[in-house]
Nanobody
Framework: QSQLVESGGGLVEPGGSLRLSCAAS????????IGWFRQAPGKEREWVSC????????EYLDSVKGRFTISRDEGKNTAYLQMNSLKPEDTADYYC??????????????????WGQGTQVTVSS
């Protein structure tokens, strides 16, 4: 069964850091672009970041630029989202997703084939 599983969420104080992981099973992540999305309570899901296969291209939501870093490890079939200088407004459920294609880094959720179940991130003092 092909799936993505996120981990690494939790409660952190403002200014703190978390690293989210997105592990793929049942398919080769190298063939896919990876995206991270988030959904805060009462808000619509928003795109946060994406990375193409082999990490040649990365893109970020303006509000997270300079604070978040997306990466991937093809040998581990896993992608990551390093989140630093976290703010209360970063509080949300975070989801990773995979979109088929070596050069894709889409911001539209309907371009993604596989989705993880989400991991909760809470930034609060």
């Amino acid at each position: 069964q092909s799936q993505l599983v996120e981990s690494g969420g939790g409660l952190v104080e403002p200014g703190g850091s978390l690293r989210l992981s997105c592990a793929a099973s049942g398919f080769i992540l190298d063939y896919y672009g990876i995206g991270w999305f988030r959904q805060a309570p009462g808000k619509e899901r928003e795109w946060v970041s994406c990375i193409t296969s082999r990490g040649r291209l990365t893109e970020y939501l303006d509000s997270v630029k300079g604070r978040f870093t997306i990466s991937r490890d093809e040998g581990k079939n896993t992608a990551y989202l390093q989140m630093n200088s976290l703010k209360p407004e970063d509080t949300a459920d975070y989801y990773c997703a995979a979109a088929i294609g070596y050069t894709v880094c889409p911001q539209e959720s309907d371009q993604y084939t596989y989705w993880g179940q989400g991991t909760q991130v809470t930034v609060s003092s």
